[in-house]
């Protein structure tokens, strides 16, 4: 029971279609677990579910020895478990600072009414968020930025600011769904860094997507490769890129050749 | 930072003192007509801006006002009628018992209104914001009919078509203005606050703003009961401003207006929706003229009845051919904004700092 997240055969059925078939994955704390597979393997598939947004058809999830599946994402997101999306959704239209500070509303015990007439406690709580948010914006290099639209931010900051705001709900376990697509080189290299900076610093246990190979094998200490909704291996990188039915599934003929 | 902060809030204290002034003098040289106006101005200022928090701010496209308004003002005037008076109005079948013999004063008449607009509007809740998009704006479409159905069927409680006559015309401009006021205050602190930030990172992308912790079904809740309680009171007012309510007079028309004045002044813009509504409220009636008999040269035309409605709808074409985003778009007017482009800046910031 010493498992942050401990999830059992979860199988997502979509009508006759099963995109998820009996995902088994336990994470201890302070892991950084890689999901990685083909297009259309259930992996985003299995994320929703995790996060709340799937009500799985079958299994359990428990975080932290708590049985959380289908509870609602904002409940899930309240218990410890934030993401990224693998298509960027940040509130375009707001400012950087902003966007961050979404993240603490669900911790604002000071009633509507209370914030409409600034009484003390209301005060309170917005200024330490306002702090909060400014010292988190700063440690990802986004502070210059804070008073800039989310939506004219570059892409790779865009990503970078999905990342801050996830961690702005200060989660015990973070899904990111493909951090590094789209960036260059020099961007995904910056990337690893901030990953490994933010999971020592904030005690995270991290969950990725990603199809960057360089990427997966250079920070992932586990992996776990789907195929049309199935496990087909679990490992060590070094185990994983040597396991015959991932080149097969994964990597496709062409590098048998 | 601090000191901006209070510059700025004795700036809007001072304008309100100005605005109360100003309606003073209009209260004491205005005609009877022109007081109409300004009242009718300030009650559309309320709709429009509590409309705005659910259409704009958060972003759920609704249509349900002309239902709150009809709760409000039935409400209200029910409240004020005296027992005598209830009894000669309801000749077909009397009126139910405790409405019989209730009678408030009209301040409290206005907060019963509120509050009975904003519980059901509560309720009503739980129901529409199953559904999003252009779902939610069908359904809440079909209870503003279901509210002026009842209106016109529940004899015993609103004399059914006959409507309420006969009311006092309490509401004058300091009722009207005064509670203008208050729904701006209270609805531009909302959005500035946590909560109002929920309310547009709901708008912005429902599904983000879940997986950051927001409960996006109560954010909508709280705009929607917050919106239905200001029309509500909003409702009360232009029951006593008119003095007859029927249930003819809260179609889908006055919910069409004011989508109107949101969508005009800029989805999203408390200024744009106070802006807006009083060019509707004033615009309507300078308009006027186009109705009139003219003489061009030798030309004679003859008055149009509804020519205004031609003109404005022109006007309307044009705003959305070239200001799509209405006249503010999403911004707000501020007191920094005003005060950086005036040329007696560097006298207040000077001040200021």
Known sequence: ?257 | MEGGRLRNQLLTLASVGILFALLYLASRYLSDYQVRILNNGAIFITLAVSYNLINGITGQFSLEPNAFVAIGAYTSALLTLSPAEKEISFIIEPIIWPLSVIQVSFVWSLVAAGIVTAFLGFLMGFPVFRVRGDYLAIVTLGFGEVVRSVANNLQRVTNGPLGLKALHNYTNLWWAWGFAVIAIFFIVRLVASSYGLAMKAVREDEVAAEAMGINAFRTKLLAFTTSAFFEGVAGGLLAHLITTISPTLFTFFLTFNLLIIIVAGGLGSTTGSVIAALLFAFGGEWLRVVEEPMSIGSLQIPGIPGMRMVVFSIALILLMIFARHGIMGRREFSWDWLLERSPVSRVFRGGGK
Do not use: W
């Not at chain 1, 209370?114 to 005060?123: D, H, K, M």
């Not at chain 1, 493909?178 to 246990?205: D, F, H, Q, V, W």
């Open chain 1, 1 to 257: 029971m010493s498992d942050l997240l401990s999830v059992t055969q979860l199988t997502m059925e979509f009508g006759g279609l099963t995109a998820v078939n009996e995902f088994s994955l336990e994470l201890r704390p302070g892991e950084l677990v890689g999901l990685i597979g083909p297009n259309g393997a259930g992996k985003t598939t299995a994320f929703n579910m995790i996060t709340g947004n799937l009500v799985p058809t079958r299994g359990k999830i428990l975080l932290a020895g708590r049985l959380i599946n289908g509870q609602k994402p904002h409940r899930i997101t309240a218990q410890g478990i934030a993401r990224t999306f693998q298509n960027i959704r940040l509130f375009t239209d707001l400012t950087v600072l902003e966007n961050v500070l979404v993240s603490f509303h669900f911790r604002v015990r000071s009633s509507f009414l209370s914030a409409v007439f600034g009484l003390p406690r209301y005060r309170r709580e917005a200024r330490t968020a306002l702090e909060t948010c400014r010292l988190l914006l700063a440690e990802m290099g986004l502070g210059h930025l804070a008073g800039e639209k989310a939506g004219s931010l570059p892409y790779g900051q865009q990503r970078r600011l999905e990342i801050a705001r996830a961690l702005a709900t200060r989660p015990k376990l973070i899904l990111l769904d493909e951090p590094a697509a789209g960036m260059n080189p020099a961007e995904t290299e910056s990337l690893m860094e901030l990953i490994i900076k933010i999971r020592r610093e904030y005690g995270l246990t991290v969950l990725l997507i990603e199809h960057d190979m360089t990427f997966v094998m250079g920070i992932c200490e586990r992996l776990k490769v789907l195929d049309y909704g199935h496990t087909i291996a679990e490992g060590t990188p070094q185990e994983i890129q040597n396991n015959e039915r991932v080149i097969q599934a994964y990597l496709g003929e062409r590098h048998r050749a």
